[in-house]
């Protein structure tokens, strides 16, 4: 939108990608339902533990070793 010599944004309001399909018309309601089933099974608690695991066995793997003689 402008105004005056300046152009206005304006911002859809925050969402997040599994909302924004759940909105869209395009997808199937089949794929909707779907997604609700797995987005209902989502622990974020054991989703951040999973992830905490895997950081450390990368740094892990990553760290050279010391061949002491």
Known sequence: ???????????DTPKTPYQRVLECDEVPEEKK??????YAKLDPVKLKWDIDKK??????????????S
């Open 1 to 11: 939108m402008r105004v005056g010599a300046k152009y206005k944004r304006e911002y």
């Open 33 to 38: 339902e779907e997604l609700r089933k797995i």
């Open 55 to 68: 950081v450390s066995q990368i740094i892990k793997t990553a760290q050279p070793k010391n061949n002491v």
